[in-house]
C-alpha cells in the first residue's frame, strides 16, 4: 500500500495568514493526489485533484502544487471559516489511501 | 443534481454481517464509480472498496475477505456487506461518486458495532 504522511498533524494560524500543509507519498503517484476538507459533522468536501486543479466553487485562495512524492496544499489569506481538518489522498494505486488529517485552527 | 445518501443499521452486533445501501440520483451508475470510505469516530479517513461503472469491484486489501459491493443500476442503489464484524469497524460510513478525486459524498451513516 502507498502510505501518504501528512504535516503537520496541527496548525494554528491567524486571519489573514498564509497556511502550508504538505502530503509526503511513499512512491511516485504521477500527481494523483486530492485534497479535502471536513469540518465537524460533515462529509469531506473535495478542493483540488489532479496535485492542482482547483474543484469548481472552491475559492480560489486554495490552490496545490507537488509532484513525484511531495505535494502541497497553499490557503491564501486565512479566513474564519477555513478552520477544518485537511485530508490529503492518493488515487493512483489501490488502496486509494488518506493521510492522516492536520487539523487547522484560529490563533 | 447529484446526491447520494446512505442508509442502514446503526448498530450492529459483534460477529454479525452489516448491510448498507447508498442512493444516489442526479448521474447514472453506469457513468461513474461509486466508493465506500469510512471513518472511526475522531480518527482519519480510510478507503473501503469501489464499484466501477461497468460493474467491476475493487475492495481494501486488509477487508476483502470480509466485504462485498454490488448494485441495482435500475434502483440506482450501491450496496455494501461485511460479514464478521469487530468493534473496531465501529465508523462512519460514506458513499462517494469517483470523478477526478471523490466529488460528491452523502452525508455518512454511523454504525456502532457493539453487543
Known amino acids: 500500500d502507498i502510505r501518504m504522511t501528512q504535516s503537520p498533524a496541527s496548525l494554528s494560524a491567524s486571519l489573514g495568514e498564509t497556511v502550508n500543509i504538505e502530503c509526503l507519498a511513499s512512491?511516485?503517484?504521477?500527481?494523483?493526489l486530492a485534497w479535502y476538507q471536513q469540518k465537524p459533522g460533515k462529509s469531506p468536501q473535495l478542493l483540488i485533484y489532479n496535485a492542482n486543479s482547483l474543484q469548481n466553487g472552491v475559492p480560489s485562495r486554495f490552490s496545490g502544487s507537488g509532484s513525484g512524492t511531495q505535494y502541497s496544499l497553499k490557503i491564501n489569506s486565512l479566513q474564519s471559516e477555513d478552520v477544518a481538518t485537511y485530508f490529503c489522498q492518493q488515487y493512483n494505486n489501490y488502496p486509494h489511501t488518506f493521510g492522516a488529517g492536520t487539523k487547522l485552527e484560529l490563533k | 443534481q447529484v446526491q447520494l445518501k446512505e442508509s442502514g443499521p446503526g448498530l450492529v452486533q459483534p460477529s454479525q454481517t452489516l448491510s448498507l445501501t447508498c442512493t444516489v440520483s442526479?448521474?447514472?451508475?453506469?457513468?461513474?464509480?461509486v466508493h465506500w470510505v469510512r471513518q472511526p469516530p475522531g480518527k482519519g479517513l480510510e478507503w473501503v472498496g469501489a464499484i466501477w461503472s461497468g460493474g467491476s469491484t475493487d475492495y481494501n486489501s486488509a477487508l476483502k475477505s470480509r466485504l462485498s459491493i454490488s448494485r441495482d443500476t435500475s434502483k440506482s442503489q450501491v450496496f455494501l456487506k461485511m460479514n464478521s464484524l469487530q468493534t473496531e469497524d465501529t465508523a462512519i460510513y460514506f458513499c462517494t461518486r469517483n470523478w477526478e478525486g471523490f466529488d460528491y459524498w452523502g452525508q455518512g451513516v454511523m454504525v456502532t458495532v457493539s453487543s
Open positions: 442526479g448521474f447514472s451508475l453506469t457513468s461513474n464509480s
Open positions: 512512491e511516485d503517484i504521477y500527481s494523483d
